[in-house]
T-cell receptor, first 117, second 113 residues
C-alpha cells in the first residue's frame, strides 16, 4: 500500500511570493491534516480536511489556506511569503474517525522543505 | 490549552544500554496519546497509540506505557538503528476532528555501537 506522497520535496521562494504544496493521502483515507515543523516550534497543526470540508484549524494567519478534492487529495497554499515561513511542511492522512477505544492514527508523508529567501 | 513536554531533549546510549524517554502531558480530556519516530529528512513514523492509564504496548525493543499524567517509552537493548528523534503527541477528546495532535519537542536518541 502506497504511503502519503507530498510534492515537491524542496522549494525555494522569495519573500512576497505564494506557494502551493500538494499531498496525496493513503488510499481509502478521507482525512488530510497539515503540519508545520521548525526547529524552534516543533510540529504545529495547521488544518484538517475531511470529505472536502475544513474540520479544524490551528493558530496560523489567513495567509495559510488549504483545500481538499473529491479524491481526498489536498493542497495547501501560502500567500505573501515571509522569511519565517521557511519550514518543513508535513501532510498526514488517516481514516478520520475513531471510537472510545480506537483512533485512526495519522500517517505522515516525508514533507516539503520550503525555503524563503 | 494542551501541553506536551518531553525529556530528556537528547539521550546518548551505548548499544545494549536500556533506558526510558518521558512524555508529560496536560489535556482537558485525553482521546489518545501517540508515539512517533522521525529520521532525518523524513516524516514521523507511527509507533503506538495509548488510550487509558495502565495501558502498555510493545513493538520489538520498544514498550510504551501510560499514566494519567505521563507516558514512558522504554527501549530495551537498543541498537544503532534505533537512533532517531522520538515524538510524543496527544489528541484531545471531544469534537469530530481527528487530525489535530499536540506534539512535544521530541527526544533525540543516539545509540553508539
Amino acid at each position: 500500500k502506497a504511503g502519503v506522497t507530498q510534492t515537491p520535496r524542496y522549494l525555494i521562494k522569495t519573500r512576497g511570493q505564494q506557494v502551493t504544496l500538494s499531498c496525496s493521502p493513503i488510499s481509502g483515507h478521507r482525512s488530510v491534516s497539515w503540519y508545520q515543523q521548525t526547529p524552534g516550534q516543533g510540529l504545529q497543526f495547521l488544518f484538517e480536511y475531511f470529505s472536502e470540508t475544513q474540520r479544524n484549524k490551528g493558530n496560523f494567519p489567513g495567509r495559510f489556506s488549504g483545500r481538499q478534492f473529491s479524491n481526498s487529495r489536498s493542497e495547501m497554499n501560502v500567500s505573501t511569503l515571509e522569511l519565517g515561513d521557511s519550514a518543513l511542511y508535513l501532510c498526514a492522512s488517516s481514516l478520520g474517525r475513531g471510537s472510545s477505544s480506537y483512533n485512526s492514527p495519522l500517517h505522515f508523508g516525508n514533507g516539503t522543505r520550503l525555503t524563503v529567501t | 490549552e494542551d501541553q506536551v513536554t518531553q525529556s530528556p531533549e537528547a539521550l546518548r546510549l551505548q548499544e545494549g544500554e536500556s533506558s526510558s524517554l518521558n512524555c508529560s502531558y496536560t489535556v482537558s480530556g485525553l482521546r489518545g496519546l501517540f508515539w512517533y519516530r522521525q529520521d532525518p529528512g523524513k516524516g514521523p513514523e507511527f509507533l503506538f497509540t495509548l488510550y487509558s492509564a495502565g495501558e502498555e504496548k510493545e513493538k520489538e525493543r520498544l514498550k510504551a506505557t501510560l499514566t494519567k499524567k505521563e507516558s514512558f517509552l522504554h527501549i530495551t537493548a537498543p541498537k544503532p538503528e534505533d537512533s532517531a528523534t522520538y515524538l510524543c503527541a496527544v489528541q484531545e477528546a471531544g469534537g469530530t476532528s481527528y487530525g489535530k495532535l499536540t506534539f512535544g519537542q521530541g527526544t533525540i536518541l543516539t545509540v553508539h555501537p
